[in-house]
T-cell receptor, first 115, second 115 residues
Framework: KAGVTQTPRYLIKTRGQQVTLSCSPISGHRSVSWYQQTPGQGLQFLFEYFSETQRNKGNFPGRFSGRQFSNSRSEMNVSTLELGDSALYLC??????????????FGPGTRLTVT | AQTVTQSQPEMSVQEAETVTLSCTYDTSESNYYLFWYKQPPSRQMILVIRQEAYKQQNATENRFSVNFQKAAKSFSLKISDSQLGDTAMYFCAFYSGGSNYKLTFGKGTLLTVNP
């Protein structure tokens, strides 16, 4: 099976612009989660989607949004980029469902640099 | 809210020796899961080992084992016969058995295995 894929792998944007990142989960996985990784804050949870519904959202401003499509692919969008948004954005997919735990498989990440 | 603390930002070990990485967590829940993830320099996050809180037996995966002390809220990772390929960032993570669908990570420990 192909792993989790994220596109693009690297991105350079200017302050004030917006950006869309894409994540394709492992085939059959219906849950997609997003995490932001920075040297200062570490790994922080952004949001989780299951069957096109956001089930949880982390403590990020409204400039961060996401969505999931019927084929389980997910996108996250960051509007009005700030320098502090420079980070590695990781996507993880799992079979999920309700309760319990299903292993999360991580993608390689998208490295976003805001200048 | 759950918190995960890794008190060792960096550690080093000689090849073939044993090293233990520390992790403590705080939660009021009784049903949860704990993990150690490895993130090599290539950045792909990989699950190393998992522990269900309801299981008293410590998890083991080949050269990797954990010491899970539920009352002390401690979850350390022991790596035996360290190999150069073990060089990576190691993250301790918590997942609630409830329905918040997110991993809470520690800040990580950078482990370097020296030849």
């Amino acid at each position: 099976k192909a792993g989790v894929t994220q596109t693009p792998r690297y991105l350079i944007k200017t302050r004030g612009q917006q950006v869309t990142l894409s994540c394709s989960p492992i085939s059959g996985h219906r849950s997609v989660s997003w995490y932001q990784q920075t040297p200062g804050q570490g790994l922080q949870f952004l949001f989780e989607y299951f069957s096109e519904t956001q089930r949880n959202k982390g403590n990020f401003p409204g400039r961060f949004s996401g969505r999931q499509f019927s084929n389980s692919r997910s996108e996250m969008n960051v509007s009005t980029l700030e320098l502090g948004d420079s980070a590695l954005y990781l996507c993880a997919s799992s079979l999920a469902g309700t309760g319990g735990y299903n292993e999360q498989y991580f993608g390689p990440g998208t490295r976003l640099t805001v200048t | 809210a759950q918190t995960v603390t890794q008190s060792q930002p960096e550690m080093s070990v000689q090849e073939a020796e044993t090293v233990t990485l520390s992790c403590t967590y705080d939660t009021s829940e009784s049903n949860y899961y704990l993990f150690w993830y490895k993130q090599p320099p290539s950045r792909q996050m990989i699950l190393v080992i998992r522990q269900e809180a309801y299981k008293q037996q410590n998890a083991t995966e080949n050269r990797f084992s954990v010491n899970f002390q539920k009352a002390a809220k401690s979850f350390s990772l022991k790596i035996s016969d360290s190999q150069l390929g073990d060089t990576a960032m190691y993250f301790c993570a918590f997942y609630s058995g409830g329905s918040n669908y997110k991993l809470t990570f520690g800040k990580g420990t950078l482990l370097t295995v020296n030849p």
